[in-house]
């Protein structure tokens, strides 16, 4: 009798094999959540192509003659012509990105090699008053560029930097060195110091602290800190025009010579555009792993 039952009761609890299984509930913040997550994507999809259409426009522009580039509305049919880029290289563009390269490569490479030990006195081997530092540092970018421009001037003159190539590279170090401190420090903090004790104890000196074990750890923040500052001093404009004339003008320079008293050379300038972009683009695009890991190494505590 007991075993019967049991099995009775056993039959009972069993599941009918054509029964619709129950839908799972979703409770009202996952979806909340689930709408806002789907919001939010068509919104960065949206500032995306708004951010990306005056680029894509540039390249459709350059592609064209500049009669069809200045008409409104554009004309989408126009034959398409690689004459601006010819255009382009004709001017002798060679001259002005080799002076950009130079300027930007070179003072990038100083903004690291200062910033770093900086960053180190400040994040790894607290100094005294290290918050005071630090904002002492982020202040000398709080004077505004244009009442920096006579002073440079003059003293650029009385030291023979004037049209010199390595006077830009020794104003855009110092440009960038604040930003680039702030960001190493940052990065730097993230570093366990246990690993630089442990390296103390084993005998290592500050140069091989810094070679063998700060820079490997540290080299995604290195990478972004660079790429920054590489972007900074390569469109920087208004101090290239004004310390520079015919011998160390940058590429920001070249583009202000198809602005003329005869008119806009819209289509040559979309081209100029591009071809001044490319060592850029092609710089993020080397650096992008290390630019992603460094922009999210401070990110999250």
Not at 6 to 32: C, E, I, N, Q
Not at 92 to 109: E, H
Request: charged share 10%; glycine share 6%; aromatic share 10%.
């Amino acid at each position: 009798m007991t075993v019967s039952a049991s099995s009775r009761a056993l039959a009972g609890t069993r599941r009918d094999p054509k029964a619709v299984p129950a839908k799972p509930v979703v409770s009202k913040s996952a979806r909340r959540r689930k709408r806002n997550n789907s919001l939010l994507g068509v919104l960065a999809w949206f500032c995306g192509l708004v951010f990306f259409a005056p680029i894509a426009w540039m390249v459709f522009v350059s592609f064209h003659k500049e009669v069809h580039a200045a008409v409104s509305p554009p004309d989408l049919t126009a034959p398409l012509t690689i004459e601006q880029y010819a255009n382009v290289i004709e001017r002798n563009i060679a001259p002005y990105t080799i002076n950009s390269l130079i300027a930007a490569g070179f003072s990038t490479v100083l903004v690291i090699v200062l910033a770093v030990p900086a960053a180190y006195a400040t994040a790894v081997k607290p100094i005294r008053a290290v918050k005071g530092t630090l904002t002492w540092v982020l202040s000398t970018k709080f004077l505004p560029l244009i009442a920096a421009l006579l002073p440079l001037y003059l003293v650029f003159k009385e030291l023979g930097l004037l049209d010199n190539i390595w006077g830009l590279v020794i104003f855009y170090t110092g440009m960038n060195l604040p930003v680039a401190i702030w960001m190493m420090h940052s990065f730097l903090s993230e570093i366990p110091p246990d690993v630089m004790a442990a390296a103390e104890v084993d005998g290592a000196g500050l140069p091989t602290i810094l070679a063998r074990i700060v820079l490997p750890l540290a080299l995604p923040g290195i990478a972004a800190t660079g790429l920054i500052a590489f972007i900074f001093a390569w469109n920087e404009f208004m101090f290239a025009l004004s310390l520079t004339g015919t011998k160390a003008s940058t590429a920001p320079v070249y583009l202000v010579s198809f602005i003329t008293s005869e008119g806009l050379f819209i289509a040559q300038l979309s081209a100029a555009s591009l071809v001044v972009s490319i060592p850029v683009v092609i710089a993020g695009w080397v650096a992008q792993d290390r630019l992603v890991q460094g922009l999210s190494l401070g990110a999250v505590k």
